[in-house]
């Protein structure tokens, strides 16, 4: 499968900003999806994620907990993260990712995408 990522750019602390992940492939629906982020200088970590089949099962990191929404439209092959509230320290870059576990975990995941920049001012 192969995974684009768009939607990034920049925006002022307490903006909003919603990411794009359209898969192309294999059926999208196999895939539990997932978004990592990798700020300047620091590893990549784990954002949220969300079960193959439906977005009743999500999962995330508790930085990102009650201001990101992670969705899925297995219509349109697109997952999705909204970004309310937004920090500096979300700056990053988003990759979303793809793959046969749920998981938090980097190797969960599968297939990448390329990756978007966030940047946050403040």
């Known amino acids: 499968v192969q995974l684009q990522a768009s939607g990034g750019g920049l925006v002022q602390a307490g903006d909003s900003l919603r990411l794009s992940c359209v898969a192309s492939g294999q059926s999208f629906t196999e895939y539990n999806m997932a978004w990592l982020r990798q700020a300047p200088g620091k590893g990549r970590e784990f954002v949220a994620a969300?079960?193959?089949?439906?977005?009743?099962?999500?999962a995330y990191a508790d930085a990102v907990k009650g201001r990101f929404t992670i969705s899925r439209d297995n219509a349109k092959n697109t997952v999705y993260l909204q970004m309310n509230r937004l920090k500096p320290e979300d700056t990053a870059v988003y990759y979303c990712?793809?793959?046969?576990?749920?998981?938090?975990?980097?190797?969960?995941?599968?297939?990448w995408g390329q990756g978007t920049l966030v940047t946050v001012s403040s």
């Open positions: 969300i079960i193959s089949w439906t977005d009743s099962a999500t």
């Open positions: 990712a793809a793959g046969g576990r749920f998981g938090t975990a980097e190797d969960a995941y599968d297939y």
